[in-house]
């Protein structure tokens, strides 16, 4: 079962989200869904807001899907271009 409750993470995270929205970057992301199911993606990030106490990605796929992401729901989030974690300040 998901915990509703936002859990806030790191401020250097959320700014690499931010940066990657600014740069386009592309991301491997890691997370889990409204169903609590395991989801991957190379995806392209558009957007980071805040809405309802939380805060969210927005992103789209190779196929065009677009995703909004809770923050605190992404396990692993890597840089496209060279694997790195996004835990890792650039």
């Known amino acids: ?18 940066y990657a929205v600014m740069k386009k970057a592309e991301l491997y992301l890691r997370w889990r869904n409204v169903k609590d199911r395991i989801c991957e993606a190379r995806v392209l990030p558009v957007d980071v807001f805040t809405r309802d106490g939380g805060e969210y990605l927005q992103v789209e796929a190779g196929d065009g899907t677009i995703y909004t992401i809770r923050l605190d729901c992404i396990e692993a989030a890597h840089w496209a271009s060279d694997g790195q974690s996004l835990n890792s300040i650039r």
């Open 1 to 18: 079962m998901i915990d509703h409750s936002y859990t806030p993470i790191a401020c250097g995270l959320h700014e690499n989200y931010q």
